[in-house]
């Protein structure tokens, strides 16, 4: 399974997203990739606490004669393995955006799961690699969106994305991200999205300090703070989307509960390393 991540404005939280989603995937038994398709502006990296890939996407992108494995870092906390992008100018004037496809072809085919952390916009960067797609996650922040223009600016960057995904026969759902609105607002929103709109909500995600704290230590938030508002709801759209991908339905128990404070407990203890 492939799934691109979009967004049409930057600070929505899309790159978090893709980091949590994936450790969600690979915390429950998938092989998961995350691949950083941002080729101008990289930075899932950051995420995992990857601070200086020596060899990367770009290195693919640049180099013909350079490895797939040796471009992919496992992340011991998270147990997934990530592709990630170099924020060297050099590495960027350099690469050849045309192999993009054949890379995250090859990549893709070692996992369960893979996830594209598609640029900001209409995702030029990426836009080759949907014909290997199956799935498109919209990202959308309403933080910074007042509820009066939410629907401007749902045909403005909504209805344009969902478009895009359908063109290549994507199956579209939407996130809400960094949401402090009361509930009946949000269920309005929703509303909207799914009977108007036609696409799917398949998660609802709290705004919470706990995800830029997270993000500072290189560590993704499901993780780093499994019991925090926001790793509660990503893991539950994980759950839908683990659904709707697989067809399995998840009902997390006390155990599940329990081994998440020990892995966080265990991971402020003991923080390990990981190859750079």
Not at 78 to 92: A, C, E, Q, R
Not at 109 to 131: A, C, K, L
Not at 146 to 169: I, T, W
Not at 195 to 206: F, K, N, Q, T, Y
Request: glycine fraction near 8%; hydrophobic fraction near 40%; proline fraction near 5%.
């Amino acid at each position: 399974m492939v799934a691109v991540v979009v967004t049409g404005r930057g600070g929505a939280g899309k790159t978090t997203m893709s980091a949590n989603l994936s450790t969600y995937f690979s915390l429950n038994g998938y092989k998961t990739l995350v691949i950083d398709g941002d080729l101008y502006l990289p930075k899932l990296a950051f995420h995992f606490g990857i601070y200086n890939p020596v060899t990367n996407l770009h290195t693919l992108l640049s180099t013909p004669d350079a490895r797939l494995k040796d471009a992919i870092y496992h992340d011991v906390k998270t147990g997934v393995d990530v592709l990630p992008g170099s924020s060297k100018l050099f590495d960027i004037l350099t690469m050849d955006e045309k192999r993009l496809r054949d890379i995250v072809r090859d990549a893709a085919e070692n996992y369960d799961v893979t996830f594209i952390d598609s640029p900001v916009g209409i995702p030029f960067d990426t836009i080759s690699t949907f014909r290997l797609a199956q799935y498109q996650l919209i990202i959308v922040e309403l933080g910074r969106c007042p509820v009066h223009s939410f629907r401007k600016m749902v045909e403005n960057e909504v209805d344009k994305l969902k478009a895009l995904g359908e063109a290549y026969g994507l199956k579209v759902g939407v996130i809400l991200n960094k949401v402090r609105e009361e509930k009946p607002i949000v269920d309005d929103i929703v509303e909207y999205l799914e009977e108007s709109v036609g696409v799917p909500v398949v998660g609802i995600v709290s705004f919470d300090p706990a995800v830029p704290a997270s993000q500072n230590r290189g560590i993704p938030v499901v993780v780093n703070v499994p019991h925090s508002h926001a790793a509660r709801d990503i893991r539950m759209a994980g759950d839908v989307l683990r659904e709707w991908i697989f067809g399995v339905e998840m009902k997390r128990s006390l155990l599940d509960s329990f081994l998440d404070t020990l892995r966080s407990l265990f991971l402020r203890l003991f923080p390990s390393g990981k190859k750079l």
